[in-house]
C-alpha cells in the first residue's frame, strides 16, 4: 500500500489512511508538538525533568522535548534526565546503558538513582518482604517507591515539571483500570497533565505522549534509529495492567480506534469527574517523616521502608 | 514457499512453510496480533498487505514495552 500524500510504500496505517516513513515522522512530531501546545505542557521559565528509563517512550519523549524547546527558543540547558534503578536483575540495567548513551549523544545531563542507594533495597530484595504482610504486587511497590523518588529528586534538581514518556496505550490503560476498580478519586488525576496543579510538595506531571498509540512510539524509536532493545521486566505478568493490556489490544485488533474512544470519552468526562472530587483530589498533606507528597499522614513509601526494616 | 521469521519478544527464530499471500495471513497463521508488533523486511518496515516471497526473511519487533 503507499502513502497516503505520495507514492512511497507504507510503514503504518494510521486513522486518515497509511504514511510513508517521512509522513510517519512529520504526523507523529506534529501531534506530539501540538498536544505539549495545546495543554501548555511546557511553558518558557520551566525546569524540565525527564523521566527515563531508556525505552523507547522515554527516548522518544526527551528527544521531542529537547526538539520542542529548539523549535521555541527554550533553553535547552533547562532539561535534565532523571531515572530510576529499581534494582531488578537482568532488566533495568541494560536500558540504562542505552539510556546513558542517549543522553551523552544529545548532551543531556542524566542523573541515576536507585531503591538500592535511597531505600536500602533492591526491587527483588523488598517486594518478598512487602509482599509476606501485605500481598502487594511488584509492580504495586515498585510504583510507589518509583513516584516517591520521582517527585523527590525532580524537586531537587529545580525542576517545576516532570514530563513523562506515557502514551495512548498506557493510559487507556489506566482509564480501564480506575473503571474497573471503581477508583474515581484516581482518575481524577489522569490527564495530559496529572497530578496537582498547585502544590509546594509535588512537582506536576506532564505528558507530550498522551495521543501517540504505543505502536507509533515504537515505529517512531525506530524509523529514528534510537537505540532501544526489547526487555522484559520480569514482573509484569503479574499485574493487573497486563490482563487490561491484553484485552484492549485484542479489542483494538477487532475494532479499529476503541483505545483512542477511550481517551476521547475520559477527557469529554474529566472536567466532570474533577468538578465531583473536587476537594478529596486538591488535598495533598506532607508526610510527617519524609516531607514528601502524601494523600495522608505517613506516605506509601515510608510505610513501606518500615515493613522492611522489621522485617 | 519457505520464509525465516524472528520473533523478538520471544527470542526465537522459525523456519515455516507458508501457503498464504500477505503479511496479514502470516500473522494470522502465527496467530499474532498486529496491534502488538511490526513487521520488518530487509531492513524495512512494512504493512500487511504486502506479498510474502519465498525466503523472506521477516522480523517481529514487540511494540509494547516489558516494563
Known amino acids: 500500500m503507499d502513502c497516503f500524500h505520495c507514492s512511497k510504500s507504507a510503514v503504518i496505517e494510521v486513522q486518515h489512511g497509511a504514511l510513508c516513513k ?33 525505552g523507547k517512550d522515554s527516548l522518544t519523549v526527551l528527544y521531542l522535548t529537547k526538539k520542542y524547546c529548539e523549535r521555541n527558543n527554550i533553553p535547552t540547558k533547562n532539561i535534565r534526565a532523571l531515572a530510576i534503578d529499581e534494582g531488578i536483575a537482568e532488566y533495568r540495567e541494560k536500558t540504562i546503558i542505552d539510556l546513558q548513551k542517549f543522553c551523552s549523544d544529545h548532551q543531556i545531563p542524566l ?69 474497573f476498580k471503581a477508583n474515581t478519586q484516581l482518575a481524577g488525576r489522569m490527564g495530559p497533565i496529572s497530578g496537582i496543579e498547585e502544590s509546594e510538595h509535588f512537582i506536576q506531571r506532564v505528558k507530550p505522549l498522551y495521543f501517540c498509540l504505543e505502536k507509533e512510539v515504537r515505529l517512531y524509536a525506530l524509523l529514528k534509529g534510537f537505540q532501544v532493545q526489547f526487555t522484559e521486566c520480569p514482573y509484569s505478568k503479574e499485574g493487573f495492567r497486563h490482563h487490561v493490556q491484553e484485552m484492549l489490544n485484542d479489542f483494538e485488533q477487532k475494532y479499529k480506534g476503541t483505545k483512542q474512544g477511550i481517551i476521547n470519552s475520559f477527557l469529554a468526562l474529566l472536567p466532570n469527574i474533577r468538578e465531583q472530587e473536587k ?15 502524601a494523600n495522608k499522614e505517613v506516605c506509601n513509601a515510608c510505610v513501606m521502608k518500615e515493613m522492611i526494616i522489621n522485617g | 514457499m519457505n520464509i525465516t521469521v524472528y520473533n523478538e519478544r520471544e527470542k526465537t527464530t522459525l523456519q515455516i512453510e507458508f501457503n498464504g499471500k500477505t503479511v496479514t495471513d502470516l500473522l494470522k497463521e502465527l496467530k499474532i496480533n498486529p496491534e502488538v508488533f511490526l513487521v520488518v523486511r530487509n531492513n524495512e518496515v512494512i504493512i500487511g498487505d504486502e506479498t510474502v516471497h519465498d525466503n523472506d526473511v521477516f522480523e517481529l519487533l514487540s511494540v509494547v514495552s516489558g516494563g
Open chain 1, 111 to 179: 542523573e541515576i538513582v536507585s531503591f538500592e542507594t535511597e531505600l536500602g533495597k533492591t526491587l527483588d530484595q523488598a517486594y518478598p518482604i512487602i509482599n509476606k504482610g501485605t500481598q502487594k504486587k511488584p509492580c504495586n511497590v515498585c510504583g510507589v517507591w518509583r513516584r516517591y523518588l520521582l517527585n523527590k529528586y525532580a524537586a531537587k534538581s529545580g525542576a517545576t515539571k516532570v514530563i513523562t514518556g506515557h502514551n495512548l496505550d498506557d493510559e487507556a490503560q489506566v482509564i480501564m483500570m480506575n473503571i
Open chain 1, 22 to 54: 517521512t509522513h510517519f515522522i512529520n504526523y507523529f512530531e506534529e501531534k506530539v508538538l501540538k498536544t505539549i501546545n495545546k495543554y501548555r505542557l511546557i511553558g518558557r521559565k520551566d525546569i524540565l525533568c525527564v523521566a527515563t528509563s531508556g
Open chain 1, 279 to 293: 476537594g478529596r483530589i486538591d488535598e495533598i498533606k506532607q508526610c510527617s517523616r519524609c516531607g514528601e507528597a
